[in-house]
């Protein structure tokens, strides 16, 4: 066992305090100038040992004291933990425990001197759904205890049924409750907080102060009456004054001056940062609402405005709102018609038959305008740094449903490389959802639609190709976008008309014939060119140009 | 009681037929008027719980007999709804969409439109 020297010999004892021992401890004192205790190594800042393995702590302080007041020495006796130390006491290995609370268990083999001093316990807890913290609540807890230590005696005593975890120290325990594996941790406020503090553990906080207290004195070996005796009248001897220095030296521990405790202050800074944080986020939420309501409350007035606006004809101009406008009425005096004979008039008779087809007949005229709408609607391009992949990978992901159910395989083959270009691509979106869904229709079910993308420069020749539309110059640099499709092509005589308005291959009342028209003058709103052919293997190709600024 | 529907279109014979199928379902009292200018001053004798209010009309359009409703006290508890050929139907809900603050129902309209809408907006 290696034995520490731990104070040298003390001299110049209190003269003063020797006139209070009784013959018989002086005759005892005489006889153990050497006394070996022990004590926990891992209890700071009541006893601990430190990196040079000194014995140091409140504990170290008054034992200090008393060895001034006894005049012996005191010699350490190593050990790794507190239940460690106890045990080489009750073996008769060491005399003295300098910091030990007294518990049912412990009186069977120690003698306790009066406590010197007093900690209150603490809950100390990660939780934040708990509110109530009272001991009843806790018996149905996961409760961390340091093994060995008077709370793990008081519990298992008080509440036997109690589920603890067995730490074997103040950190394992505190480790415990911060991940979860226990719900609390009682320990006392002193050494608790110490812990908290120096290991930096932000979720513990300590949230219920019980009424027990820790009460620490000193204890010796049973045998040992006497050295009791002459511990508890050296401890009555240690003035107010002294006590006060070595409680200022190692810890506040004015109870009720809770606030002042670090992880109380921990805890109350950071719940006062996250509460104004809150508030301040409610704050700038509800400002970024009101703008966002102001905001969208001028834009649908202005909507408004637009429609009254054209509404009220000063879109003469625009032709197809005007043949909207007078086709669309008779279409709903033809409507109400429809509406006023079909209640009279028997669904499956003849007559019903007629009616039904006179609707068909209204919705297929409700669509062409639909589309010659969309031909007049608005030419404003809402311009913007645009990737022009990102713009077809969104139109193929919207017509995703038409290609699988049609069994239609998709290619891609877009350049890594694309620089973006000034586009609206909400446009640039519809127009490719019209090329793909001509696709589609003209493949039918089975086929394959190719979809390619690059940036290139063009050729010094001019009067080729994108050259000759007088669009493009020579060394232009442009972006290339090419839709292919494995369908049947288009009638090579009529290659030349398909982007004149209300041209369409399609069946009577599939297809408006203006899809395309509203695709080539789209995409020359955006300056660039749209063609199409027929591919040498069969299929349709269109090839859309945009030149990069 | 009835409700109380007024129809302002410049188009008489697509008022007098949504009169004739409003008033078929039993559940409506239906007046109508052909001129904008009109509209209102039929509005404060008739006191209708909704006008449907065609946009473009000559002489006075929709809007601002609109703006008339809006401020007249008589009627401040009618409701109105906008029926438009310029609002493409796939821009619009069956029972009117809101465009700036207004309810807008698209032409050609059907009648079970028509009594969806009033049901919306006056309940059933």
Not at chain 1, 315 to 326: F, I, T
Not at chain 1, 336 to 354: F, N, P, T
Not at chain 1, 366 to 391: C, P, Q, Y
């Amino acid at each position: 066992m290696i034995s520490t020297l731990y104070f040298g010999m003390v001299s110049g004892a209190e003269s003063g305090f020797r006139a209070l021992l009784n013959p018989g401890e002086i005759a005892w004192l005489n006889a153990h100038p050497v006394i070996r205790f022990t004590g926990d190594p891992d209890y700071a800042p009541v006893e601990f040992t430190d990196a040079q393995g000194q014995y140091r702590g409140m504990g170290s302080d008054y034992l200090g004291l008393v060895a001034a007041r006894l005049g012996i020495r005191f010699e350490k006796v190593a050990v790794n933990s507190f239940y460690e130390a106890l045990k080489q006491v009750r073996d008769g290995q060491a005399d003295l425990l300098p910091v030990v609370a007294e518990t049912q268990q412990r009186n069977q083999y120690l003698l306790f001197t009066a406590p010197y001093l007093r900690f209150p316990a603490v809950v100390i807890t990660a939780r934040q759904d708990v509110e109530n913290w009272s001991l009843e609540a806790l018996r149905t807890m996961k409760i961390a205890v340091v093994h060995g230590y008077n709370w793990e005696d008081w519990l298992t005593h008080e509440y036997p049924d109690v589920d603890l975890v067995q730490a074997p120290d103040i950190q394992t325990a505190l480790m415990s409750t911060s991940f979860g594996l226990a719900d609390v941790m009682i320990g006392d406020i002193a050494t608790t907080t110490y812990f908290i503090g120096k290991t930096n553990i932000a979720n513990l906080r300590v949230v219920h102060q019980l009424e027990q207290n820790l009460k620490i004195s000193m204890a010796v070996r049973s045998d040992l009456p006497t050295l009791r005796s002459l511990l508890d009248k050296s401890l009555a001897n240690i003035s107010e004054e002294e006590k006060r220095a070595i409680g200022k030296t190692w810890i506040r521990l004015e109870p009720p001056a809770w606030w002042k405790n670090p992880t109380f202050q921990r805890v109350a800074w950071f719940v006062s940062g996250a509460l104004g944080f809150v508030i301040l986020a409610t704050l700038t939420w509800n400002r970024a609402l009101a703008r966002k309501v102001r905001y969208r409350t001028l834009a649908l007035e202005e909507a408004h405005q637009r429609l009254i606006q054209s509404a009220k004809l000063e879109s003469v101009g625009r032709l197809a709102a005007g043949v909207a406008h007078e086709v669309k009425n008779p279409l709903a005096i033809l409507q109400m018609g429809v509406d006023y004979l079909s209640a009279d008039i028997a669904k499956e008779s003849d007559a019903g038959l007629v009616i039904r087809d006179m609707e068909d007949a209204i919705h297929r005229a409700d669509v062409i305008i639909k589309g010659l709408l969309d031909f007049s609607r608005d030419k404003n391009l809402a311009m913007r740094k645009t990737d022009i992949n990102e713009v077809l990978r969104d139109s193929l992901k919207l017509v995703n449903y038409e290609m699988n159910h049609h069994n239609i395989i998709v290619e891609e083959a877009l350049s890594l490389e694309l620089p973006a270009i000034n586009a609206d691509p909400d446009k640039l979106k519809q127009v490719f959802i019209n090329l793909f869904m001509n696709a589609i229709q003209a493949m039918g079910r089975d086929g394959k639609l190719m979809v390619a993308s690059e940036s290139r420069r063009l050729k010094k020749e001019a009067g080729k190709g994108a050259n000759a539309t007088g669009k493009f110059g020579p060394g232009d640099r442009v972006i290339v976008i090419k839709v292919e499709d494995t369908g049947p092509g288009i009638d090579p005589a009529k290659v030349g008309q398909v982007f004149d308005p209300f041209f369409t291959t399609k069946p009577v009342g599939q297809g408006t014939g203006l899809g395309l028209s509203v695709s080539r003058t789209i995409v020359e709103l955006h300056g660039g060119v749209i063609s199409l052919r027929n591919r040498d293997g069969g299929g349709a190709s269109v090839v859309l140009m945009f030149k990069i600024a | 009681m009835k409700k109380k529907i007024l129809v302002v279109d410049d188009e008489a014979s697509l008022t007098r037929l949504i009169k004739a199928n409003l008033e078929r379902t039993g559940k409506y009292e239906v007046m109508t008027e052909n001129q904008g200018g009109k509209a209102i001053e039929v509005a404060r004798q008739f006191k209708p719980d909704l006008i449907f209010l065609d946009v473009m009309m000559p002489g006075m359009g929709g809007d601002e007999v609109a703006a008339l409703i809006e401020e007249d006290p008589q009627l401040s508890n009618t409701k109105y709804v906008f029926l438009t050929a310029i609002v493409r139907r796939e821009e619009t809900d069956p029972t009117g969409s809101m465009i700036g603050g207004h309810l807008f129902l698209a032409k050609p309209v059907r009648t079970e439109q028509l009594v969806a809408t009033i049901e919306k907006i006056l309940g059933p």
